[in-house]
């Protein structure tokens, strides 16, 4: 099961792992392997990706990170593949990501002894990007009739957890992701909260937008450390952020809404 139909699959920039994730899910499927424990593989494998940074193996932490990135695709493959959505993998999923987002421009802020300010900035940007990402690529989901739902456009309520999965836990995972979550969430939805009530997305506006995925922030990072840039990873990602208001505006002037 794809996240959109055919039709309305776009490129996205973002998630270069894809094939790669696909083929081994179907791979996975066929064994006792749970996309639980490929969430934490993932987080095993961005933790070394931190290592590497503070330890000055630059190259080896991009590829870490890329190896994140194409790891992290594959858990929701072998869900859809196993046909086992959970709420456990939806939040823990999430949850590691902002974790290791912190770890990551931490680790890059104490090598490279940068300003706090700036770090803390970076890392607002960060997320801020991915959220709005997120935020249209949910909505688009949503209007699909054989779109993904498994995210809610608003996480504003604990979900009734799957059967196969303890409600106890999706109700700790889904606090601590709106403990980590929740500004971010509101404050896109504060930029744009008539975006829910337009039409839906053309491609080539979210294939644009795919730039701000988690994915192609990982890459960007990976290419700058191997390239020996990582002085200058922080400094991108604050003037990265400042298109975030070019997207909102170009989605309210050019992409009416429905009602």
């Known amino acids: 099961m794809s996240k959109l139909s055919t039709d309305e699959k776009f490129i996205d920039f973002s998630d270069y792992g894809r094939p790669i994730a696909v083929t081994a899910a179907n791979y996975l499927k066929k064994t006792p392997a749970t996309p639980v424990q490929i969430t934490l593989l993932f987080g095993v494998c961005g933790l070394m990706a931190v290592y590497s940074i503070l330890s000055g193996y630059y190259i080896t932490a991009?590829?870490?990170?890329?190896?994140?990135?194409?790891?992290?695709a594959v858990d929701g493959e072998l869900a859809r593949a196993k046909k086992t959505p959970s709420y456990t993998g939806r939040y823990l999923d999430s949850v590691f990501d902002i974790i290791l987002n912190i770890l990551i421009i931490g680790a890059i802020w104490y090598v490279t002894e940068s300003a706090l300010w700036a770090a803390t900035l970076a890392f607002i940007g960060l997320q801020m990007q991915g959220t709005l990402y997120n935020y249209y690529y949910v909505i688009l989901r949503h209007q699909s009739e054989n779109g993904d739902k498994t995210s809610n456009i608003f996480e504003y309520e604990t979900p009734t957890a799957y059967p196969r999965e303890k409600q106890k836990t999706v109700n700790r995972l889904f606090t601590t992701y709106k403990f980590f979550y929740s500004l971010f969430d509101?404050?896109?939805?504060?930029?744009?909260?008539?975006?829910?009530?337009?039409?839906?997305?053309?491609?080539?506006?979210?294939?644009?937008?795919?730039?701000?995925?988690?994915?192609?922030?990982?890459?960007?990072?990976?290419?700058?450390?191997?390239?020996?840039?990582?002085?200058?990873i922080i400094p991108f990602f604050i003037i990265y952020s400042f298109f975030i208001l070019l997207f909102v505006m170009t989605r309210k002037v050019f992409l009416n809404e429905i009602a």
């Not at 991009?62 to 992290?72: N, W």
């Not at 730039?211 to 700058?224: D, K, N, T």
């Open 62 to 72: 991009g590829i870490l990170l890329v190896l994140k990135s194409i790891i992290d």
């Open 186 to 232: 509101k404050a896109i939805y504060k930029i744009d909260r008539n975006a829910p009530d337009t039409k839906p997305f053309p491609k080539w506006f979210m294939s644009l937008l795919s730039l701000y995925g988690l994915g192609f922030q990982l890459l960007i990072i990976a290419v700058m450390l191997a390239l020996g840039f990582i002085q200058y």
